[in-house]
């Protein structure tokens, strides 16, 4: 009864966002600062910004944690991008979950050297795959069980890490470029409510992805 009565009475704080019906937050995987904009491993992070410099609406902040900042979009879109290097990304997410975020909601976005850049992948679940980028976000939140978009680098070379952390050639930035509308086809069918395994079957298609390659 006591227990009851705290609940009814002690003040709630807030949650710093609450997701509308049909609304993502997006998380784009990188590292932080400009000289890591244009690297290999930012495609994530570099492909949304590239949409939210198409549209006119722009990026508002919403909230900031300790390891992120939360942005407004649009009416469809939230952005959680960490402040950390990319192997701590999952210490973010884990911040918005314990302030409401649920992990369903949530769409991973990032780099992965085994697919051809131009290309992309839809997975529901699952490992890392070695990307210590997506294994920070399992850590962080204890769970394979989240939607993730992967966006080819490939074909890479080595050493994998200075591959992964130089920077375009003005012929990958092309494919890039071209990228864009597949990336945004994408995003519309997610706002549209289409269901995840569908969609997966969709994005998975050699087709989904043709135009980014010429």
């Known amino acids: 009864m006591l227990l009851h009565l705290l609940k009814k009475f002690w003040p709630q704080r807030k949650p710093a966002f609450e997701l ?11 590292n ?3 000289e890591y904009t244009l690297t290999r491993h930012n495609l994530g992070r570099l492909m ?14 919403t909230h900031k944690y300790r390891y992120g900042t939360l942005y407004s979009l649009d009416d469809s879109f939230l952005a959680l991008v960490p402040s950390t290097y990319m192997n ?15 992990l369903s909601r949530t769409m991973v976005i990032y780099d992965d ?44 070379a080595r050493p994998l890490k200075d591959w992964v952390l130089g920077e375009w050639q003005n012929e990958e930035l092309d494919i890039i470029e071209k990228m864009d509308g597949p990336f945004a086809n994408f995003l519309s069918l997610l706002t549209k409510g289409t269901p995840l395994p569908t969609l ?9 992805w043709r135009i980014s390659r010429g």
Not at 48 to 61: E, F, M, T
């Open 113 to 156: 050297k085994d697919l051809p850049l131009g290309t992309g992948r839809l997975s529901l679940d699952g490992g890392s795959g070695g990307h210590r980028g997506l294994q920070g976000i399992i850590d962080g939140t204890g769970s394979e069980g989240f939607a993730r978009l992967r966006l080819g680098i490939g074909p890479f």
């Open 88 to 102: 701590h990304s999952g210490v973010a997410l884990r911040e918005a979950m314990e302030d409401g975020l649920p």
């Open 200 to 208: 997966q079957s969709q994005v998975n298609a050699k087709e989904f």
């Open 48 to 61: 949304v910004q590239r949409w939210v410099n198409g549209r006119a609406a722009g990026a508002a902040p």
């Open 32 to 34: 932080p600062g400009g």
């Open 20 to 30: 509308s019906p049909g609304q993502w937050v997006l998380l784009p995987l990188g």
